[in-house]
């Protein structure tokens, strides 16, 4: 049996863990040892001293993240094991190829390894922890990256100042763990990228995006774009080569614009069919005039990170959306999501509903769209489920 510290839960607190869900919440919580640590790993055990599972302590509303279930020990091996599986997994959905080698490689609890995210952009992988245990992991979790066979992983970038839990103290650095910096240069289905993973967003560059950036590109032929909350301009490059007539991105950061033209540049060169603007996404809809765009993109930052912002949340995609049906062209096409885990997909839909009838507008559902196959959902962790999108036609 494990030697871990123990954590014993409540009398009947066991039963989502029984279902392979992978959370311990607080108040499941009946003992724990007083000497225990943020990051340790601990063993679970039900009411009745029976071993449920392993996984790393943190102070919060989830106090366990399990990574194993049963008696298992965590080392070197295990991730090696865990780390390879999720390669291999990218390898059979066709991500790994000469015209694409930015893809998610590791997805949290989708890959059975709660906490942890790495992102790879050619020889780089940029690993991020969401909880102390795999802060304290990151060494080994890097060593083990470039040792995956085949996927030529040679710069191991850590970036987790903005995702560890603040309680925790831990003081991470930003920082190369393995290797140094050669370029940001990635390629997603055959266009190139600037990848900021230094400074950017996240882990430089929303690869979550991939499969309707390239649904984008083909309902781009011969319209007028929009592409509002453009970041690093991925819909907008993709838009351009799907022969859009005229893409615009509007950013209110003049560094993410700035990114933007950086990679419309990388691909189209003195295109003339592209021009960005930094400024406030609702301040440019309400300034623009009806039927200027017969495609927009409404990709926001999530609105509500947390369950007691999402009322504030749902009015801002219902006035944002309500915005677009207004000033849209007949028989146009509106793209709209929210990466906000905390909006439920039916009331994200709603919130789009209500604004469609405040517009008064036909529309008509013609995709209803989530996150890519890199970025799997444990069907045991329904809450892995964070990006909802729809496109919509526009009568």
């Not at 930094?278 to 369950?307: M, Q, V, W």
């Not at 146009?332 to 839909?349: K, P, Y």
């Not at 709603?350 to 013609?366: E, G, H, T, W």
Request: net charge neutral.
């Amino acid at each position: 049996m494990t030697s871990y510290p123990k954590i014993v839960l409540r009398r009947g607190k066991e039963q989502s863990l029984q279902r392979l869900h992978p959370w311990v919440f607080s108040g499941a919580v009946a003992q724990m040892p007083d000497n225990i640590e943020e990051g340790d790993i601990v063993g679970v055990y039900s009411s009745e001293g029976t071993l449920i599972g392993v996984g790393d302590y943190q102070i919060g509303s989830i106090t366990v993240r399990i990574l194993d279930w049963g008696d298992s020990t965590i080392d070197r091996n295990f991730f090696a094991t865990r780390l390879q599986e999720a390669y291999f997994v990218r390898k059979a959905l066709g991500l790994i190829r000469p015209d694409n080698n930015a893809f998610r490689l590791v997805h949290g609890e989708g890959d059975f390894l709660p906490g942890l995210v790495v992102d790879v952009y050619g020889d780089t992988a940029v690993l991020q922890a969401h909880s102390p245990g795999m802060h304290f992991f990151r060494d080994i979790i890097a060593r083990e990256l470039v040792s995956i066979d085949g996927a030529g992983i040679k710069n191991v970038y850590y970036k987790s100042e903005t995702t560890l839990p603040y309680k925790a103290h831990l003081d991470p650095q930003n920082d190369y763990i393995i290797g140094s910096y050669s370029t940001n240069i990635a390629i997603e289905n055959g266009l190139k990228f600037h990848v900021d993973w230094l400074k950017g967003q996240k882990t430089g560059f929303f690869v979550d995006q991939r499969d309707n950036r390239a649904l984008l590109e083909h309902y781009s032929r011969g319209k007028k774009v929009l592409n509002m909350f453009c970041y690093t301009g991925g819909f907008s490059v993709y838009a351009m080569r799907g022969e859009a007539t005229l893409v615009h991105s509007v950013d209110s950061s003049a560094k993410a614009i700035s990114l933007t033209d950086e990679n419309v540049n990388l691909n189209f060169p003195d295109d003339s069919r592209h021009t960005s603007f930094a400024e406030d996404a609702f301040k440019y809809l309400g300034n623009i005039d009806k039927d200027s765009y017969d495609l927009i993109i409404l990709d926001p930052p999530a609105f509500a990170k947390h369950r007691s912002a999402l009322k504030n949340a749902l009015i801002g995609y219902r006035k944002l959306n309500a915005k677009a049906f207004e000033k849209i062209a007949h028989g146009g096409i509106l793209f709209t999501f929210s990466c906000s885990q905390a909006v439920s997909r039916e009331q994200f839909r709603l919130a789009v509903f209500s604004a469609a009838a405040q517009s008064r507008r036909k529309v008509r559902i013609l995709h209803q769209l989530t996150q890519p196959a890199d970025h799997p959902v444990n069907i045991y962790h329904p809450e892995g489920e964070y990006l909802k999108g729809l496109i919509l036609y526009v009568e």
